[in-house]
């Protein structure tokens, strides 16, 4: 089957099924997937780039008349495919709880305290070198009903295009050393340990900036057109 | 990701993007491809030697960052694709997500992409006005899972091998519980191609109906198409690896 973008690097993602993550039961499809090759319909998406956004859409601590609580921090990273190419003027969409653990969502009851000062939202599209950037506060832990005591490990939820329908990736970012990841069956869904350890972003000196934020990278690969040349050279 | 019930809560307040970010992108080097450290084919190594960022779900609470008109922020993805230049056949697509037990899943992220009426897609990589049919949308089920979309009647696109593909959307649903992107199509039920169309032949009979939205009863001005997206169970929704 004509497949422009190789499949096998999804191996990565979790399955559908993951019954430890409740939902999942009855939200995962259980007739097998009907593999299709890649026509215009999928090689081709959409395109929301620098033009689509602001530039104060990735400072989510400006967005209101004070800063918001929490500890401040820079996110940044590059945004390549399989083969190291950049993936450039692509959107980026983050959103997350705030310090407390409390998200704006209001379907969030969280008895934690909502921030007047912080939503929560931001985006960006990535520059020439598929670099993106946002600043933000450090979300907190937050619990859940999944199973008795259930928390999620502090993170920022992420959505990515690409160029391609094939491309999209909806994720989420956590942080280095957290004693909850044992214990999320969302993190854990992700069968390869390696593959679960690249969405945890790392901490780093020279991103921080003195007097005022911590830095920490996380680097996204999306999908890519398998143009290694090795394998074939039919398609650039 | 909680199974909580929705409770009144306070509105969000209107963003105010000031207009400059303080966000200096980091100039970095870029980061070094990992080499093959063991004797493995090379045809393997390309490929994984940087894996791809695995998928997690997109949880509950994405509203007010996605699909956020009822936050009052900004959106830039909207469920009314109609521009003034989107040429075809104004329609509305509509439906509801279910899960296994068909109960109404109210927390979907339903993404649409589309040709427009003649068959094109926008094309890729051109810095188009935000004025310019994208020929892409989104939409949030609401508390009975429907979702709903404004656009134009896609055009037939070219498929493999010299093929014809009747109109579709593709789709992508997120959900809380959707560990990684469902793709599934939506095809309109009448139309000619269809018989002939290249990924429907791929799908069992049986199950095509399931990707083929049917043309409801005129009641407004619009035609509207219909189609449900089953996650799970009886009258399963076909989805796609791609
Ligand atoms: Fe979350």
Known sequence: MTATYPRAGLKADPPSLHPDYASTRTRSPKQPLVVIPHTLSELTGPVYGQESVLSGDSDLTKQHAGEPLGERIIVSGRVTDEDGRPVRNALVEVWQANAAGRYVHEVDQHDAPLDPNFTGAGRCATDAEGRYSFISVKPGAYPWRNHHNAWRPAHIHFSLFGHSFLTRLVTQMYFPGDPLFAFDPIFQSIPDVKARERLICKFELDLTKPEWALGYRFDIVLRGRGATPFEDGSHG | ?242
């Open chain 2, 1 to 242: 990701m909680a199974e909580r019930k929705s409770r009144k809560a306070p509105a969000a307040k209107k963003a105010k993007p000031k207009a400059r970010a303080r966000a200096a992108v980091a100039k970095r080097p870029a980061p070094k491809r990992a080499g093959a450290k063991k004797a493995m084919s090379r045809k393997a190594v390309a490929p994984a030697a940087r894996g791809l960022t695995p998928s997690q779900t997109v949880g509950p609470y994405f509203a007010y960052a996605l699909t956020p008109a009822k936050y009052r922020l900004k959106p830039i993805i909207a469920d009314d694709l109609v521009t003034p230049d989107a040429e075809g056949e104004r329609i509305r697509i509509e439906g509801r997500v279910l899960d296994a037990d068909g109960k109404p899943v109210s927390d979907a992220l339903i993404e649409i992409w589309q040709a427009d009426g003649k068959g094109r897609y926008p094309a890729a990589g051109s810095a188009r006005s935000n004025a310019a049919f994208k020929g892409f949308g989104r939409a949030a089920s609401n508390g009975d899972g429907r979702y709903a979309f404004a656009t134009v009647k896609p055009g037939p696109v070219p498929g493999p091998n010299r093929t014809m593909q009747a109109p579709h959307v593709s789709v992508s649903v997120l959900a809380r519980g959707v560990l990684k992107r469902l793709h599934t199509r939506i095809y309109f039920d009448g139309e000619p191609g269809n018989a002939r169309d290249p990924i429907l032949a791929l799908v069992p009979a049986s199950r095509r109906a399931t990707l083929i939205a049917k043309r409801a009863e005129a009641t407004g001005a619009m035609p509207c198409y219909v189609l449900d997206i089953r996650l799970q169970g009886s009258g399963e929704t076909v989805f796609f690896a791609s």
